[in-house]
Each structure stands twice: as C-alpha cells, then as structure tokens.
C-alpha cells in the first residue's frame, strides 16, 4: 500500500461521544498535517508534526487532540464536538515540515458528521 | 495576511465547453501559484503550479499564467470532459510568521455533463 491512507472515511457521531480519526503515511515522509475542510470556505490547516514532534496549532479548540506516535502514524482525537465541526478532515504528509505546494501528499479524507 | 479568492462556483459545463475558474491572489511578494483537484471520494491532488510571474503550468490539458500585474491565476481548459468534475483549489505558498505554508482559497466545484 501506497501514498496517505484515512480511517475511517465517513464517521457519524453524537456530541458526546468520543472517537479517533486514524492518518498513515507510506511515504518515508517526517512531517505530517490536519485540515479541515469545510463546505464554502478556505482549507483550514489545523495542526502539524515534524518528527512526532507538534510544531504548529492554530487555535484550534481543545476538543480536538492530536497524536503522533511516529512519524508514520497521526491521529486525532475528538470529544464534545459541535454540530459546526462537521466537515471533511484531510490528513497529508510531506518529507520536511512546511509543506509548500507540490511537496504535499493529502489522504481522502474522513467525512465527520456531528449530530 | 495572504490570502486566495476563487470564483463561487459551482459551476456546470457540457462536455468540450471551454472552461475559465479565476483566481486572484494577495500577498507580499510573489509567491509559488497552485492549482489543486479534488475528484469525488478522495484527497487534494496537485494539478499545476507556476513559480514565478509570466510561468505558465500546464497539465492533462489544464492551463493557468502567473500574472503579477493583475495577481490572477486563473485555471483555463479548452475542452472539458466528463472525468473533469471535481472541485479545483487554488493555492499559495505564503511565509508569514516564518514559515511556509500554503494558503487555499475556498474551492471551485466543476459538473461536466454529458
């Protein structure tokens, strides 16, 4: 398997469950990234790690917790979330945090629904 | 800071009707242009990019010019198919704050229909 596999690709949940998007990267890469997509708006960037290690958060609430156990693997954790967090969350990778352009590799996405 | 406007879309073509998706651009000095695809189910995928004023990028038929004077870089494709629907995003790199990161706009849906 190649590329930026997301799991899983669509999620339903309440606003008081708990659940975890999975990100894996096949690439080699040491840097790894959280968007959100939401509809009729800009690509947000949410988090980014470079080897395992955070080195950006913008100002995301703390309903969201990133993890990074390797430089392989991301996750993100999410609890008491609100119906506005609904959206498509995109994970990417590239080889050196800052990701410019044609350096970035994007997964498919996990479609969130928050009821 | 820098950001990217795309046209509302969205927007619908027959097959091989010309298409236009303007973009326009704010940020300090002139930075590395793209243009991404979203088809449907799955992730951003690099279409084009240009890297600096007067560059043309070009693939699988899409076309779009680095104009400094107008800071536009707009996507054009002579002859749309069906496989084109997807949502195009344009992008950035912008180095605010010290870093590079890209900046998209809000994305432009396309339906080619038959």
């Known amino acids: 398997e190649t590329g930026v596999t997301q799991t899983p690709r669509h999620l339903v949940m309440g606003m008081t469950n708990k659940k975890s998007l999975k990100c894996e990267q096949h690439l080699g890469h040491n840097a790894m990234y959280w968007y959100k997509q939401s509809a009729k708006k800009p690509l947000e960037l949410m988090f980014v790690y470079s080897l395992e290690e955070r080195v950006e958060n913008n100002s995301v609430p703390s309903r969201f917790s990133p993890e990074c156990p390797n430089s392989s693997h991301l996750f993100l954790h999410l609890h008491t979330l609100q119906p506005e967090d609904s959206a498509l969350y995109l994970c990417a990778s590239s080889q050196e945090p800052g990701g410019s352009g044609e350096k970035l590799f994007f997964g498919s996405g996990t479609q969130l629904s928050v009821l | 800071g820098d950001s990217v406007t795309q046209m509302e879309g969205p927007v619908t073509l027959s097959e091989e009707a010309f298409l236009t998706i303007n973009c326009t651009y704010t940020a300090t000095g002139y930075p590395s242009l793209f243009w991404y695809v979203q088809y449907p189910g799955e992730g951003l995928q690099l279409l084009l990019k240009a890297t600096k004023a007067d560059d043309k990028g070009s693939n699988k038929g899409f076309e779009a010019t680095y104009r400094k004077e107008t800071t536009s870089f707009h996507l054009e494709k002579g002859s749309v198919q069906v496989s084109d629907s997807a949502v195009y995003f344009c992008?950035?790199?912008?180095?605010?704050?010290?870093?590079?990161?890209?900046?998209f706009g809000k994305g432009t849906k396309l339906t080619v229909n038959p």
């Open positions: 992008a950035l790199v912008s180095t605010q704050g010290g870093s590079e990161k890209l900046v």
